[in-house]
């Protein structure tokens, strides 16, 4: 596609339930980018892939986030147990390989945790 | 770590007039890249500007200028001739140059600041 794209837009759930974010990066680009940003808050890196690399997961906060990507396109940032502080706006990014090459970012997925 | 710091949470602009917003940040590193991402309120951050910390000359970008101060780690965004369009949530980041191992090429941003222009 032109963009990044990922859906849902807008996610409700319940404190406990596992949820899904999905991301589809602009075609060609190896480099994706999960950020979260709360309420007021700037962005929060979370996950890093690149290529076939080994995944950093430095930013992911407790073991109930976890992200993967296949086949070196889409990506599931899968959230398990929500609780609500979990309640943010999940932004993915892709770039062609970071550097000096700027990252594009999807319109993001509003998650709301009630 | 590196960080980023906008200590400006809001200003406001008159229309045509020019408005700056700071940026600082903290790094010991001697090259990295500087970013400013404009988020409107669909929520899609828009990159406005990159500056490379090697290079003195400052980046500009039609209406959009940087002043970008190596020695004070200061990254200032300068907007010209505002117009309704530029409202909107401004972030500053910042990227390592050198990646280390098991690293990433992330992004770390400042906290934003709300951009109002008045008609």
């Known amino acids: 596609g032109a963009g990044v794209s990922q859906s849902p837009s807008n996610k409700v759930t319940e404190k406990g339930k596992d949820v899904e974010l999905r991301c589809d990066p602009i075609?060609?680009?190896?480099?994706l980018y999960w950020y979260r940003q709360s309420l007021g808050q700037g962005l929060e890196f979370l996950i890093y892939?690149?290529?076939?690399?080994?995944?950093?997961k430095s930013g992911l906060p407790s073991d109930r986030f976890s992200a993967e990507r296949t086949g070196g396109s889409v990506s599931t940032l899968t959230i398990q147990r929500t609780q609500q502080e979990d309640s943010a706006v999940y932004l993915c990014?892709?770039?062609?390989?970071?550097?000096?090459?700027?990252?594009?970012f999807g319109p993001g997925t509003r998650l709301t945790v009630l | 770590a590196q960080t980023v710091t906008q200590s400006q949470p809001e200003m406001s602009v008159q229309e045509a007039e020019t408005v700056t917003l700071s940026c600082t940040y903290d790094?010991?590193?001697?090259?990295?890249?500087l970013f400013w991402y404009k988020q409107p309120p669909s929520r899609q951050m828009i990159l406005v500007i990159r500056?490379?910390?090697?290079?003195?000359q400052n980046a500009t970008e039609n209406r959009f200028s940087v002043n970008f101060q190596k020695a004070a780690k200061s990254f200032s965004l300068k907007i010209s001739d505002s117009q309704l369009g530029d409202a909107a949530m401004y972030f500053c980041?910042?990227?390592?140059?050198?990646?280390?191992?098991?690293?990433?090429?992330?992004?770390?941003f400042g906290k934003g600041m709300k951009l109002t222009v008045n008609p």
């Open positions: 990014a892709s770039s062609s390989s970071g550097g000096y090459n700027s990252e594009f």
């Open positions: 075609s060609g680009h190896t480099a």
């Open positions: 892939f690149q290529g076939n690399s080994a995944p950093d």
């Open positions: 790094t010991s590193e001697s090259d990295y890249y």
């Open positions: 500056q490379e910390a090697y290079k003195q």
């Open positions: 980041a910042y990227r390592s140059y050198y990646i280390t191992q098991g690293g990433s090429e992330k992004l770390v």
